[in-house]
């Protein structure tokens, strides 16, 4: 009974590798600097109805910051154009919630992953299994790796039926569907989003490959 116990455990702590390092990623990308990194690029493509530059980065920290803190929906609600229209429509708002909504999800999976890292720490302080515990490590690493790989190939060769993919995965309906001229596109167009999902697989990738380098390292020579 003690040897599945300790199976299970191994493999949690390989299955929380990925989530911990796809959350960190996440909430990186979520920082003000993402958004300034993206909108300064060359390639970004200027809004076709009337924002500013700066009018623009503005509204889009305030999304972004929605998103990331305990504000409410009156925050974006609120938020007026000149002629006194609301700059968020209904149904971007309601996606603007169901957003965080998602985000709020991941940082749970995050912490209880990051939790069953810890567990197995103190379980291999506790039993003197370090290296059975770094092999875990070292699995949940390429684990990442592969995972995220194909994502990555697949943001690649086919961004817009991965983005679609996604969408129908997270958001019920068709409530994550915008015109051309509502705020949210006009802020985040598809350029922004192929970028960050190319950077979340970059990132998370690289994350997980460099996790299984260092502790495949300190492997060498154990049982």
Partial sequence: MRAWLEKILLWLVSLSIPFVLIVGVVRLLLTPAFVQFEYHLPHFPPDQYGFSAVERLAY???????????????????????????LFNARELRHMEDV??????ACIAGVVSASLLILGVVWAWATDQWGKLRMSIVRGGWLTVLLLGATLFLAVVGFRALFVVFHKIFFEGETWIFRYSDTL?????????????LAFGVLTAGSGCLVALLFR???????
């Avoid at 305990?70 to 609301?86: I, K, M, N, P, Q």
């Avoid at 390292?217 to 049982?223: D, L, N």
């Fill in 217 to 223: 390292e300190r492997t060498s020579g154990s049982e």
């Fill in 100 to 105: 965080k909504e998602v985000i709020r999800g």
């Fill in 185 to 197: 596109i006009r802020l985040f167009p598809m350029r922004f989003w192929r970028d960050a999902f």
């Fill in 60 to 86: 889009a920290q305030l999304a972004r910051r929605y998103l990331v803190t305990d504000a409410g929906l009156e925050v974006l609600g609120d938020l007026r154009f000149e002629d006194g229209s609301a």
